[in-house]
Nanobody, 121 residues
């Protein structure tokens, strides 16, 4: 199993910055893609940024140029640096990992419990 724990959320004024972290732990063979999603009240969960094991990354159009995703493979940790935050970035941010527990097992999706990010205007 893979356990994910996010940290770094909080309250920040518009224009400010926050850095989210997510560490993967447990018994697993490999972690492939890692990603951040978010869900605002009354809205569906959406992808924010994804990074593959080779550090190739993709971003939602709404955060391009403001957010940066990175990962430390040695620590099985993914980060999300969020700059120039806007009130519309307010949401619960979830860490996601795609991994396998053994060499022969299929890839599975794992989710963290989420961390609240609130941007005040």
């Amino acid at each position: 199993q893979v356990q994910l724990v996010e940290s770094g959320g909080g309250l920040v004024q518009a224009g400010g910055s926050l850095r989210l972290s997510c560490a993967a732990s447990g018994s697993f063979f490999s972690i492939n893609a890692m990603a951040w999603y978010r869900q605002a009240p009354g809205k569906q969960r959406e992808s924010v940024a994804v990074i593959l094991s080779g550090s190739s990354a993709n971003y939602a159009d709404s955060v391009k140029g403001r957010f940066t995703i990175s990962r430390d493979n040695a620590k099985n940790t993914v980060y999300l640096q969020m700059n120039s935050l806007k009130p519309e970035d307010t949401a619960v941010y979830y860490c996601n990992a795609v991994g396998r527990t053994t060499r022969s097992s299929p890839n599975r999706n794992y989710w963290g419990p989420g961390t609240q990010v609130t941007v005040s205007s």
